[in-house]
């Protein structure tokens, strides 16, 4: 806002002009106390603007009791009053601007005005701490929401949860899937693992038949040749045994030739002969009779007198063809009660005659 009086010592019939940074208008000054008001009030001067923002009041005060005196005294102390957010500040127009003069310079006076102006425009720290305890008090005490707007923040808050239960359940969803096709992954390895063990297994097996198959065939093949050696030896040892007992079989028939042509060998073999028939039909399965029998044929076959060799090869054969025939005899007519062959032969070895098994054997 800007003033700019009148030349000094002409107050009456002039004019002040107002110089307000949202409004200018110019209005008549009054030098004896006439007020002029620029607030969100009306005003009595005509032609002033109504503002509902912050006002200044501007006074002219002059005592109406030294209005004689007024035009001769120059440095008379104008005042200038201001009122602003309700507080009240007189500033002398003095302080405010210059003294009239013919030099005065209106741009000092304007300047001086404008700087106490600026002072009245800082913030007040009443109203500051009253600012701040109404916030304090608003933020401690918020008002309570209307229903439409609980209504809004509950949708809000539902949506919310919705859009979190619902990520909740995808993230389930893909782990619940990627499980599954790890299983799977896990479940087709465990699979191709198993299925190779069974095909190692039964190679395995297979191989382990086929070697013990392999082995069973060598060894059988093995055995067969075995036995086929055997069998062979045993031919051969057969055809040997019959060479041989047809041999003996053989020299003993020359033998008994032999003494039967020779009459004094032929009649000592007789009556030995006789002897020995006669034993062996006492033959049983006791063991002290064949005890008795055994000595009995080894007093025949070999006396005090020994007989010549040809006899007593000749008494061994009788006694073992004698024997044969008894055995034969006796098995057939009554098989529990026949004794074996083996024990009056070996009984008779026993008392020293080894060489009736070979006669026995040929016969």
Same mark, same amino acid.
């Given at each position: 806002?800007?003033?700019?009086?009148?030349?000094?010592?002409?107050?009456?019939?002039?004019?002040?002009?107002?110089?307000?940074?949202?409004?200018?208008?110019?209005?008549?000054?009054?030098?004896?106390?006439?007020?002029?008001?620029?607030?969100?009030?009306?005003?009595?001067?005509?032609?002033?603007?109504?503002?509902?923002?912050?006002?200044?009041?501007?006074?002219?005060?002059?005592?109406?009791?030294?209005?004689?005196?007024?035009?001769?005294?120059?440095?008379?102390?104008?005042?200038? $009053?201001?009122?602003?957010?309700?507080?009240?500040?007189?500033?002398? /127009? @003095?302080? =405010? +601007? &210059?003294? #009239?003069?013919?030099? *005065?310079?209106?741009?000092?006076?304007?300047?001086?005005?404008?700087?106490?102006?600026?002072?009245?425009?800082?913030?007040?720290?009443?109203?500051?701490?009253?600012?701040?305890?109404?916030?304090?008090? $608003?933020?401690?005490?918020?008002?309570?929401?209307?229903?439409?707007? /609980? @209504?809004? =923040? +509950? &949708?809000? #808050?539902?949506?919310? *949860?919705?859009?979190?239960?619902?990520?909740?359940?995808?993230?389930?969803?893909?782990?619940?899937?990627?499980?599954?096709?790890?299983?799977?992954?896990?479940?087709?390895?465990?699979?191709?693992?198993?299925?190779?063990?069974?095909?190692?297994?039964?190679?395995?097996?297979?191989?382990?038949?086929?070697?013990?198959?392999?082995?069973?065939?060598?060894?059988?093949?093995?055995?067969?040749?075995?036995?086929?050696?055997?069998?062979?030896?045993?031919?051969?040892?057969?055809?040997?045994?019959?060479?041989?007992?047809?041999?003996?079989?053989?020299?003993?028939?020359?033998?008994?030739?032999?003494?039967?042509?020779?009459?004094?060998?032929?009649?000592?073999?007789?009556?030995?002969?006789?002897?020995?028939?006669?034993?062996?039909?006492?033959?049983?399965?006791?063991?002290?009779?064949?005890?008795?029998?055994?000595?009995?044929?080894?007093?025949?076959?070999?006396?005090?007198?020994?007989?010549?060799?040809?006899?007593?090869?000749?008494?061994?054969?009788?006694?073992?063809?004698?024997?044969?025939?008894?055995?034969?005899?006796?098995?057939?007519?009554?098989?529990?009660?026949?004794?074996?062959?083996?024990?009056?032969?070996?009984?008779?070895?026993?008392?020293?005659?080894?060489?009736?098994?070979?006669?026995?054997?040929?016969?």
């Amino acid at each position: 806002m800007v003033i700019i009086p009148a030349e000094r010592g002409v107050w009456k019939g002039h004019t002040t002009r107002l110089i307000h940074p949202t409004f200018s208008h110019t209005f008549p000054f009054r030098p004896f106390g006439l007020s002029t008001s620029v607030s969100g009030s009306p005003s009595p001067v005509q032609g002033t603007t109504r503002r509902p923002t912050n006002a200044y009041s501007i006074h002219n005060l002059t005592d109406d009791e030294e209005e004689s005196s007024s035009s001769s005294e120059s440095e008379e102390a104008q005042v200038l $009053k201001f009122s602003h957010a309700g507080r009240d500040t007189s500033l002398t /127009l @003095s302080r =405010a +601007l &210059t003294r #009239s003069s013919p030099n *005065l310079n209106s741009e000092h006076g304007v300047d001086a005005f404008l700087n106490a102006v600026r002072l009245r425009s800082r913030a007040d720290p009443i109203e500051e701490y009253r600012n701040a305890e109404r916030a304090a008090i $608003k933020s401690a005490n918020p008002p309570t929401p209307s229903l439409p707007h /609980l @209504s809004q =923040a +509950l &949708t809000q #808050s539902h949506l919310a *949860l919705q859009a979190k239960r619902n990520a909740g359940h995808e993230e389930e969803r893909k782990k619940a899937e990627l499980k599954t096709e790890e299983d799977g992954k896990r479940g087709e390895e465990d699979r191709k693992k198993k299925e190779k063990e069974d095909e190692d297994r039964k190679r395995k097996e297979k191989e382990g038949k086929e070697k013990e198959e392999k082995d069973e065939a060598e060894e059988q093949a093995r055995i067969a040749a075995q036995q086929n050696e055997d069998l062979e030896k045993a031919s051969k040892d057969a055809q040997t045994a019959q060479a041989a007992q047809a041999s003996q079989t053989s020299a003993l028939k020359k033998l008994t030739r032999a003494v039967e042509e020779n009459a004094e060998l032929k009649s000592v073999a007789g009556r030995s002969r006789r002897k020995l028939r006669t034993r062996v039909g006492q033959v049983t399965n006791s063991q002290s009779e064949l005890d008795k029998l055994a000595d009995a044929i080894h007093d025949i076959v070999s006396p005090s007198s020994p007989h010549p060799a040809p006899v007593y090869t000749v008494m061994l054969s009788a006694f073992s063809k004698y024997l044969l025939l008894q055995a034969e005899t006796e098995v057939t007519a009554k098989l529990p009660t026949a004794y074996p062959l083996a024990r009056p032969i070996w009984l008779v070895i026993a008392r020293g005659h080894p060489k009736l098994w070979e006669i026995f054997w040929a016969r």
